[in-house]
């Protein structure tokens, strides 16, 4: 079975700086997908980044970007110039590769606050 | 798009009712989840249908809880009868799948459902 493990429940940090958010995952797959998603206090799930196994270079998406470590096992999200609209909680998410479904593990979640 | 559609977005019930939430996913996904949001057990994925056939309930945690998918626009999931522990937020999440898998899963807003 996969696991997914955040290991800062909060974070905190001012608006314009830079923020990086730890995951690491164990698994014996090797074809497997990684995501990042950001939940607002609105409650909605949203995308915001995903990674793929056997592709060595890191995803961005403007502002984010991960630094995939694969033999670490390890994805950590990077939040450049933080905006107040990045408060939220974040969650690391494995998919294996293969087999019949997307099927998400999700990790515990890193409540992020940005300041002023 | 009107993305992934769930109702109700609250419910507050009293033990030993009968719950049924409703949703309906992205026209043209071909896959259906439900997963549960409490703050002791995280994200939970309940059960999913590919191509409207339950594939995986094995995350399903009783026979009070019951999940149907009458057609592609359509999914229910049912708890009869509800406890105070069923106390969660329950998402349901769609994608398209293809043969290699692993693809982004669009969240609906969930359905806070409390039970007396």
């Known amino acids: 079975a996969q696991t997914v493990t955040q290991s800062q429940p909060e974070m905190s940090v001012q608006e314009a700086e830079t923020v990086t958010l730890s995951c690491t995952y164990d698994t014996s797959e090797s074809n497997y997908y990684l995501f990042w998603y950001k939940q607002p206090p609105s409650r909605q799930m949203i995308l915001v980044i995903r990674?793929?196994?056997?592709?060595?270079q890191n995803a961005t998406e403007n502002r984010f970007s991960v630094n995939f470590q694969k033999a670490a096992k390890s994805f950590s999200l990077k939040i450049s110039d933080s905006q107040l609209g990045d408060t939220a909680m974040y969650f690391c998410?494995?998919?294996?590769?293969?087999?019949?479904?997307?099927?998400?593990?999700f990790g515990t979640g890193t409540r992020l606050q940005v300041t002023l | 798009d009107a993305g992934v559609i769930q109702s109700p977005r609250h419910e507050v019930t009293e033990m030993g009712q009968e719950v049924t939430l409703r949703c309906k996913p992205i026209s043209g996904h071909n896959s259906l989840f439900w997963y549960r949001q409490t703050m002791m057990r995280g994200l939970e994925l309940l059960i999913y249908?590919?191509?409207?056939?339950?594939?995986?309930d094995s995350g399903m945690p009783e026979d009070r809880f019951s999940a149907k998918m009458p057609n592609a626009s359509f999914s229910t999931l049912k708890i009869q009868p509800s406890e105070p522990r069923d106390s969660a937020v329950y998402f349901c999440?769609?994608?398209?799948?293809?043969?290699?898998?692993?693809?982004?899963?669009?969240f609906g807003a969930g359905s806070r459902l409390t039970v007396l």
């Open positions: 999440a769609s994608s398209l799948e293809y043969a290699s898998g692993a693809n982004v899963l669009t």
């Open positions: 998410a494995f998919c294996r590769g293969t087999g019949t479904a997307s099927k998400l593990t």
């Open positions: 990674q793929e196994a056997y592709k060595q």
């Open positions: 249908f590919n191509n409207n056939v339950p594939i995986d």
